[in-house]
């Protein structure tokens, strides 16, 4: 008689494995913040009087929950040109800018029936984007953006073994936004 085939279970604990994404995901994520919010006002401001550049920095401490929880610390740094025109229904802003973000993290994944796994790793983004906003005369406005880029995440775990040495990984991929 023919053995029956053994039903495969996937460990829990490869979650972990997913977590350096979250975290590369956040800071990606932190930098669009960054480009819409201060970027934006200060590409404004320098264009007030013609052609300017820009820059804004942010830094902090995010915590990310997974199910577990991420946390990660990272630099962000946008630096770029714009140009106002004034028009008949108001101003309008154009810029361009670089992106560059560099962080790290650590994660924290806690299980039922087997070890928690501590993970950590370093992350870092370079882009590039443009952005505009007119502003009408009667107070309105309109805003948008867009940028493009790389990520990469590294991840560590002692906790986490294949063949009982730790699990390392280092992955990059591309970011866009619009």
């Known amino acids: ?3 029956p085939p053994i039903a495969a279970q996937l460990n829990p604990q490869t979650k972990s494995l997913l ?8 800071m990606v994520n932190q930098a669009a913040d960054l480009a819409a919010g201060p970027g934006m006002e200060q590409a404004v401001a320098a264009a007030q009087s013609g052609t300017n550049g820009f820059g804004v920095i942010s830094g902090g401490s995010s915590r990310y929950e997974s199910g577990s929880h991420v946390d990660v610390k990272s630099v962000n ?3 770029g040109m714009s140009h106002g025109l004034s028009n008949s229904a108001g101003n309008l802003t154009l810029g361009g800018f670089v992106e560059f973000g560099h962080g790290g993290y650590d994660s924290y994944n806690s299980f039922a029936t087997r070890p928690s796994v501590h993970a950590d790793g370093d992350l870092r983004y370079y882009g590039a984007g443009a952005l505009f906003k007119q502003d009408f005369n009667q107070g309105a406005f309109v805003e948008g953006g867009l940028r493009a880029g790389r990520v990469w995440q590294d991840y560590d775990s002692a906790d986490l073994t294949s063949g009982g040495l ?3 990984y280092s992955r990059n991929s591309s970011y866009y936004g619009a």
Not at 19 to 26: F, H, K, L, N, R
């Open 1 to 3: 008689t023919p053995t």
């Open 19 to 26: 977590e350096g994404a979250t975290a590369s995901v956040a």
């Open 77 to 79: 740094l946008l630096l």
């Open 166 to 168: 730790p699990v390392h």
